[in-house]
């Protein structure tokens, strides 16, 4: 079976100033393409940016090596985690 392409049904609509409208097609005309594809591809690689900042988590050398060895060798659980698991479970039975 043939894959379908994806359908473009989604719409965003925009209210810019004629300057703005201008300086973004000026923009696509350089790139050499329209106007609507150079607005998405920049701005879904500025969502890719900003989603990277806020879920990716670089660690400094002594904390990766603290996380690696927390992975390989996890400590026993203490009082409060074993708290902290019997109230969640009551929550999600709830």
């Known amino acids: ?13 925009l209210r810019l100033d ?5 300086k ?9 393409t329209t106007t609507t594809a150079f607005v998405l591809a920049n ?8 989603i ?3 879920e990716q988590v670089t660690l400094a050398g002594p904390d990766w090596d603290a996380f690696h060895d927390a ?4 400590p026993e659980p ?7 698991a019997k109230r969640y ?4 039975r709830a």
């Open 89 to 92: 479970r009551g929550r999600i």
């Open 52 to 54: 990277e900042a806020h």
């Open 1 to 13: 079976m043939a894959a379908t392409p994806d359908l473009k049904q989604a719409r965003v609509h």
């Open 43 to 50: 701005a879904v690689a500025a969502a890719d940016r900003v």
């Open 24 to 32: 973004l097609e000026r923009a696509a005309a350089y790139a050499e």
């Open 78 to 84: 203490n009082a409060a985690l074993g708290n902290a």
């Open 18 to 22: 004629f300057k703005t409208k201008r």
């Open 71 to 74: 992975l390989l060798d996890p």
